[in-house]
């Protein structure tokens, strides 16, 4: 019995579980909440963050080189001889009156097994004075890289930020164009009602019953293939938050405001060579390939260090201290060491540090002229954009007259269907078009600001 109830209660279980998640309600974001859904789950941002650690322990090493290296050692050994024997031996003969040894003789050696013990305890430091330059070019090498990984941080940050913005104007514009389709698919349909209407009472001919009938299934057409790019941006979104592409998810617009481009398009130019993280990046990657250059060319100059240690050893570890004036040795030495040859060695290493330089600097060069383009392809397309939602909003009120004119003038008879069918299409057109400038004036703007390096710095309202 008490199984059995077991068992129900479990399947009701499962069902209310499965009820609940078919129900859930979708959650409703705002753009801030997911930016910063975006920066917590994002895993190349979270690379970032780990190499900037990564540069920082090698700062550490590179440092570690100007101090002294400290060593304190420990040793106890025991020691087995077995017996030897027999063996000959040459033993010395002494005269038994001055007791000088006034030859050798052999003899036949027996030897006992013993053991023998072995204590030894020191410390030692070494002090490097001057390797060529090699210790001080390591610590601005790694400085220069660890400032680049800074800014590769900073740019991947911003990019999360643009990605994430960008995606969400482009799910809120497809919102807005699917509202669009969803008013054109119920005009249509109300305009089939009164055309089949008024072909009952013999005003119009069937085939404008027809072409009302077609002008419903574009526009339904229209609408249907809109709510699968809505579906698209939002799993678009989904991934640059860094969640499952099926996430059920909502947002809500806002009303916030990033600004406007006011700066000419060489103040523009201007600005990114000291915003863009990402040149900033490139540009400490130049100065590292440098400082490279610098340390592989310290192989060819002399090296200078000094080291000295202390160490005791006793057979009796009781007696390894007492007496402290005794059983101990004292080593100071003043290291010189220039390498003349090691088979061109040296010579590879500075010429493959030359050439990393040159790469870098040219790949600098490149993404320096390639993101000037790109500000600038930007800038031209926003101001376009402006220009183009100006007319657009012309354009509608031009055709929300015209439609308003036909459906009146097809009502009387002087019309045909063809110009209303007309007049929708253009309406439906005109607010699409108006909808789809305005977002994506927005996105290029977002677009703009990231490649002149100031996007977080913009949406600082936003991000509060």
Same mark, same amino acid.
């Given at each position: 019995?008490?199984? !059995?109830?077991?068992?129900?209660?479990?399947?009701?279980?499962?069902?209310?579980?499965?009820?609940?998640?078919?129900?859930?309600?979708?959650?409703?974001?705002?753009?801030?909440?997911?930016?910063?859904?975006?920066?917590?789950?994002?895993?190349?941002? !979270?690379?970032?963050?780990?190499?900037?650690?990564?540069?920082?322990?090698?700062?550490?090493?590179?440092?570690?080189?100007?101090?002294?290296?400290?060593?304190?050692?420990?040793?106890? &050994?025991?020691? #087995?001889?077995?017996?030897?024997?027999?063996?000959?031996? /040459?033993?010395?003969?002494?005269?038994?009156?001055?007791?000088?040894?006034?030859?050798?003789?052999?003899?036949?050696?027996?030897?006992?097994?013993?053991?023998?013990?072995?204590?030894?305890?020191? +410390?030692?430091? /070494?002090?490097?004075?001057?390797?060529?330059?090699?210790?001080? $070019?390591?610590?601005?090498?790694?400085?220069?890289?660890?400032?680049?990984?800074?800014?590769?941080?900073?740019?991947?940050?911003?990019?999360?930020?643009?990605?994430?913005?960008?995606?969400?104007?482009?799910?809120?514009?497809?919102?807005?164009?699917?509202? +669009?389709?969803?008013?054109?698919?119920?005009?249509?349909?109300?305009?089939?009602?009164?055309?089949?209407?008024? #072909?009952?009472?013999?005003?119009?001919?069937?085939?404008?019953?027809?072409?009302?009938?077609?002008?419903?299934?574009?526009?339904?057409?229209?609408?249907? !293939?809109?709510?699968?790019?809505?579906?698209?941006?939002?799993?678009?979104?989904?991934?640059?938050?860094?969640?499952?592409?099926?996430?059920?998810?909502?947002?809500?617009?806002?009303?916030?405001?990033?600004?406007?481009?006011?700066?000419?398009?060489?103040?523009?130019?201007?600005?990114?060579?000291?915003?863009?993280?990402?040149?900033?990046?490139?540009?400490? $990657?130049?100065?590292? /390939?440098? #400082?490279?250059?610098?340390?592989?060319?310290?192989?060819?100059?002399?090296?200078?260090?000094?080291?000295? &240690?202390?160490?005791?050893?006793?057979?009796?570890?009781?007696?390894? #201290?007492?007496?402290?004036?005794? $059983?101990?040795?004292?080593?100071?030495?003043?290291?010189?060491?220039?390498?003349?040859? $090691?088979?061109?060695?040296?010579?590879?290493?500075?010429?493959?540090?030359?050439?990393?330089?040159?790469?870098?600097?040219?790949?600098?060069?490149?993404?320096?002229?390639?993101?000037?383009?790109?500000?600038?392809?930007?800038?031209?397309?926003?101001?376009?954009?402006?220009?183009?939602? !100006?007319?657009?909003?012309?354009?509608?009120?031009?055709?929300?007259? /015209?439609?308003?004119?036909?459906?009146?003038?097809?009502?009387?008879?002087?019309?045909?269907?063809?110009?209303?069918?007309?007049?929708?299409?253009?309406?439906?057109?005109?607010?699409?078009?108006?909808?789809?400038?305005?977002?994506?004036?927005?996105?290029?703007? +977002?677009?703009?600001?990231?490649?002149?390096?100031?996007?977080?710095?913009?949406?600082?309202?936003?991000?509060?």
């Amino acid at each position: 019995m008490w199984r !059995k109830l077991s068992v129900f209660a479990a399947v009701l279980t499962i069902i209310g579980a499965f009820y609940s998640q078919g129900n859930a309600q979708p959650q409703t974001l705002s753009i801030r909440d997911c930016i910063q859904i975006a920066l917590k789950n994002n895993p190349d941002l !979270k690379n970032a963050e780990r190499q900037i650690r990564l540069s920082a322990t090698n700062v550490t090493m590179a440092r570690a080189n100007i101090l002294p290296s400290i060593r304190l050692n420990f040793s106890s &050994s025991r020691t #087995y001889q077995a017996s030897q024997g027999p063996y000959l031996q /040459d033993v010395p003969v002494l005269d038994p009156v001055t007791g000088r040894v006034t030859g050798f003789m052999q003899q036949t050696t027996f030897r006992d097994s013993y053991y023998r013990n072995f204590f030894n305890n020191g +410390v030692s430091l /070494d002090q490097n004075i001057y390797d060529g330059g090699r210790w001080w $070019n390591q610590i601005k090498q790694s400085n220069a890289q660890y400032k680049s990984t800074e800014s590769s941080y900073k740019e991947s940050r911003q990019q999360t930020i643009a990605a994430v913005t960008q995606r969400y104007y482009n799910l809120l514009k497809g919102i807005k164009l699917q509202e +669009v389709y969803e008013k054109a698919v119920e005009s249509a349909r109300e305009q089939l009602k009164k055309t089949e209407s008024m #072909y009952e009472v013999g005003v119009v001919a069937q085939a404008d019953v027809f072409r009302a009938k077609v002008s419903l299934g574009d526009q339904q057409i229209n609408l249907i !293939k809109q709510r699968n790019s809505v579906e698209v941006n939002r799993t678009s979104l989904n991934l640059a938050m860094g969640w499952e592409p099926k996430h059920t998810i909502r947002i809500r617009e806002e009303n916030f405001e990033i600004g406007n481009i006011d700066e000419s398009l060489d103040k523009m130019w201007q600005i990114s060579e000291g915003k863009n993280s990402e040149l900033r990046s490139l540009k400490e $990657n130049v100065k590292s /390939d440098e #400082y490279g250059i610098k340390v592989s060319k310290s192989s060819f100059l002399p090296r200078l260090s000094v080291s000295t &240690s202390y160490s005791r050893g006793q057979t009796d570890f009781d007696l390894l #201290y007492n007496p402290t004036d005794k $059983n101990y040795s004292l080593r100071g030495s003043l290291n010189l060491s220039w390498n003349l040859f $090691n088979g061109f060695s040296d010579h590879a290493q500075v010429e493959r540090a030359s050439i990393n330089y040159y790469i870098d600097k040219e790949h600098y060069i490149s993404r320096k002229l390639t993101i000037k383009s790109e500000i600038e392809q930007s800038y031209l397309n926003m101001k376009a954009y402006e220009e183009i939602e !100006k007319i657009n909003e012309i354009n509608l009120e031009a055709a929300q007259e /015209d439609l308003r004119l036909n459906n009146e003038r097809y009502r009387i008879g002087s019309g045909t269907i063809l110009e209303v069918v007309d007049s929708q299409a253009n309406l439906t057109r005109a607010q699409s078009t108006l909808i789809s400038t305005k977002y994506n004036r927005l996105i290029e703007l +977002v677009n703009l600001y990231a490649r002149i390096g100031i996007l977080e710095e913009k949406m600082k309202p936003v991000l509060k």
